[in-house]
C-alpha cells in the first residue's frame, strides 16, 4: 500500500531558528512529491519535485527530493511566527492523479 | 486565472440528517476534482476523485457520495450523517494528466455532527 511518513509530527522553535521537515514515501511508480502549507484552512502550495537533487527555493523556503532514499526535505530558515503552520507532503505515483499524503508536522514559531 | 469555490464553510448537522457539500472550479476547463476529509492526526484522505461528468471514483468505503453534474461543479452527499462524518472537508482540482498535476484546493468545509 502506497504511504507518505512526515516526522516530526510537532516542532516548536523560536524565531530565527532553521528548520528541516522530512518526508519519506512508499509509491508505487514514483512521479512527483509535492509540499504544501496549512495556516488555517486551504492548503497552499509550495513546492513540486520530480528531479533528483535539484533544490527548488522560495525565499526563505527550500526542499529537495533524494529519489534513492525515497525521502525529501523542506528547510525554512531564520523562521517568522508567520512560518507557524501544518505543512503536508504528498506523493503521486505514475499513471495516476491521486495524491498520497502524509499527517503532517506541525510547526509552531515563538517570537 | 483559477479559482475554487467551496461551500458552505461550516455546518452543524444531526446524526441521521442529509449532507450536501458543493464545490465549482472556475477559470478552467476539464479538470480532475477531488473531495478530500482531513481528521486530526491523519493527514488528508481521499474520498473521491472525477475525471469527468458523471465519473467518479470512490477511495474508501463510507457513508459519503459523490456527484459530478456538470464539467466544473462536484458534490459531496449523505443521506444519513454519522458522528464519524464529522471532520474538515476539502475540495480539490487539478489540470488533466500531462499538462501539470499540482493539486489546488478550497477553503473547505467544517462539518460537524451532533
Known amino acids: 500500500e502506497d504511504k507518505v511518513v512526515q516526522s516530526p509530527l510537532s516542532l516548536v522553535v523560536h524565531e530565527g531558528d532553521t528548520v528541516t521537515l522530512n518526508c519519506s514515501y512508499e509509491?508505487?511508480?514514483?512521479?512527483?512529491l509535492l509540499w504544501y502549507k496549512q495556516e488555517k484552512k486551504a492548503p497552499t502550495f509550495l513546492f513540486m519535485l520530480?528531479?533528483?537533487?535539484i533544490e527548488k527555493k522560495s525565499g526563505r523556503l527550500s526542499s529537495i527530493l533524494d529519489k534513492k532514499e525515497l525521502s525529501s526535505i523542506l528547510n525554512i530558515t531564520a523562521t517568522q511566527t508567520g512560518d507557524s503552520a501544518i505543512y503536508l507532503c504528498a506523493a503521486r505515483g505514475e499513471n495516476t492523479d491521486k495524491l498520497i499524503f502524509g499527517t503532517g508536522t506541525r510547526l509552531q514559531v515563538f517570537p | 486565472s483559477q479559482t475554487i469555490h467551496q461551500w458552505p464553510a461550516t455546518l452543524v448537522q444531526p446524526v441521521g440528517s442529509p449532507l450536501s457539500l458543493e464545490c465549482t472550479v472556475e477559470?478552467?476547463?476539464?479538470?480532475?476534482l477531488y473531495w478530500y476529509r482531513q481528521a486530526a492526526g491523519r493527514g488528508l484522505q481521499l474520498l473521491f476523485y472525477?475525471?469527468?461528468?458523471?465519473?467518479i471514483s470512490s477511495e474508501v468505503p463510507q457513508n459519503l457520495s459523490a456527484s459530478r453534474p456538470q464539467d466544473r461543479q462536484f458534490i459531496l452527499s449523505s443521506k444519513k450523517l454519522l458522528l464519524s462524518d464529522s471532520g474538515f472537508y476539502l475540495c480539490?482540482?487539478?489540470?488533466?494528466?500531462?499538462?501539470?498535476?499540482?493539486?489546488?484546493f478550497g477553503e473547505g468545509s467544517w462539518l460537524t455532527v451532533v
Open positions: 480539490a482540482w487539478s489540470h488533466r494528466r500531462g499538462t501539470g498535476n499540482t493539486i489546488y
Open positions: 520530480t528531479s533528483s537533487g
Open positions: 477559470g478552467t476547463s476539464n479538470p480532475n
Open positions: 509509491v508505487t511508480n514514483f512521479r512527483s
Open positions: 472525477s475525471v469527468g461528468i458523471g465519473q
